[in-house]
């Protein structure tokens, strides 16, 4: 019976030691840990998810591609569906092994703000949100009105160099809300600032893991006779990548848009031809970077912090040696405009709506 007892206390102190391994490896070197929690599209989703994850490794000195630091200093929670929110979230906190807690997008908001509070000495970051509102959480939002006009005005420009008299262009969302709704409207203003009276049509697919929904409509538009399509949807809108690819392979003259990571990898169908005409990077990161720096230097401060065009925290590729050195160019200078106050967008539908910059009919949302 001593036996027995003694082999179970060498096993629960072994678990013990084990387990509390990777938090006593950090805090040898000095840095931080975090767990990155992500919704069901995973840190594969070639977008947003990916650019966070992205910012990470940087930080600790590494890549994508090698992460001999996982498990020990990061990792990262897939959440297979919004009702595993709360219970991640709770279970990394009550952990204690991160100095940092992250998620990704605002549909982490409420559940974020419920289990903040409860946790007051954990610290957290959100992307994409602003009102969570808890001095231990770290949020950050992204002007993607600026970086998302100028991939509206490269396909417009591009189209007109096409020789293209009455272009059409198609937008695709995700889950619908005030962040989506930006990327829409500087996309929308950016086209009319060449085609003032352009057709502009949208579709939602209320989910930002479907990219079979995406294809499918991107290819009743692009049969159509849609342009280009800029898709705003996560993994979703790897569907709409997808479709162009087949069609341009055909020689067809259709353009998929990326969004937030540059996507013109994941378009190419030809040696150095890609389907993917340009995208908008939304640098998530960066945010990734920023906080983790001010948890390393004692710096963290909940609140708000915005990433604009200025600090570049938005941007557009032009790794697609197809598009026009005359659209990159007046791309630039509308970017120069954009920064100095010159351009001035509008983020909501209403304002656009009002204002004349936006076809009415659009299925945006401002909440």
């Known amino acids: 019976m001593k036996k027995i007892t003694m082999l179970l206390v060498v096993l629960i102190v072994g678990t013990f030691l084990f387990a509390g391994g990777s938090k006593e490896v950090a805090k040898s070197d000095g840095r931080p840990t ?24 940087e930080f600790y000195g590494e890549s994508v591609g090698n992460t001999p630091s996982r498990g020990k200093l990061y990792d990262v929670v897939t959440s297979q569906t919004q009702d595993a929110y709360i219970p991640n979230l709770r279970d990394a906190a009550e952990d204690g092994s991160f100095d940092l807690i992250m998620v990704t997008g605002f549909t982490f908001a409420d559940a974020l703000g419920e289990i903040a509070p409860q946790y007051p000495d954990q610290k957290f970051t959100i992307v994409d949100v602003d009102w969570v509102g ?40 995700g889950v619908p809300g005030s962040t989506i709704t930006k990327f829409e409207m500087g996309y929308v203003q950016g086209i009319r600032s ?66 937030d990571s540059d996507q013109y990898e994941e378009g190419i169908y030809s040696g150095t031809k890609s389907a993917v005409l340009t995208s908008m990077l939304k640098r998530v990161e960066n945010s990734s970077l920023h906080v983790l ?24 590729s032009t790794a697609n040696p197809e598009l026009s050195k005359n659209v990159i160019a007046a791309v630039e200078a509308a970017k120069a405009d954009i920064i100095s106050g010159k351009v001035k967008l509008y983020k909501t539908y209403k304002e656009a709506l ?6 009415a009919g659009l299925a945006a949302l401002d909440d």
């Not at 989703?45 to 966070?52: I, M, Q, R, T, V």
């Not at 930002?208 to 996560?234: M, R, T």
């Not at 001010?294 to 938005?314: L, N, P, S």
């Open 34 to 57: 975090i767990r990155l929690i992500t919704d069901a599209t995973g840190i594969d989703d070639k977008s947003f998810n990916a650019a966070a994850w992205r910012g990470i490794t």
């Open 134 to 173: 808890h001095p231990n959480v770290m949020e950050f939002i992204y002007s993607e009105e600026e970086g998302s006009y100028l991939v509206g005005l490269a396909a417009a420009l591009q189209a007109k160099e096409d020789g293209i008299a009455n272009p059409r262009f198609g937008f695709i969302g």
């Open 194 to 259: 060449v085609f003032p009276d352009a057709q502009i049509i949208d579709y939602y697919a209320n989910d930002w893991g479907k990219p079979e929904l995406a294809k499918a409509q991107a290819k009743n538009w692009y049969d159509s006779g849609v342009y280009a399509i800029f898709s705003a949807a996560g993994g979703t809108g790897n569907g709409t990548i997808a479709q162009a690819k087949e069609y341009r392979a055909q020689g067809k003259n259709v353009w998929a848009i990326g969004v």
């Open 293 to 316: 720096n001010a948890i390393a230097d004692g710096t963290f401060k909940g609140g708000v912090i915005q990433m604009g065009m200025v600090d570049d925290g938005v941007g557009y």
């Open 354 to 359: 009002a204002a004349g910059a936006a076809p």
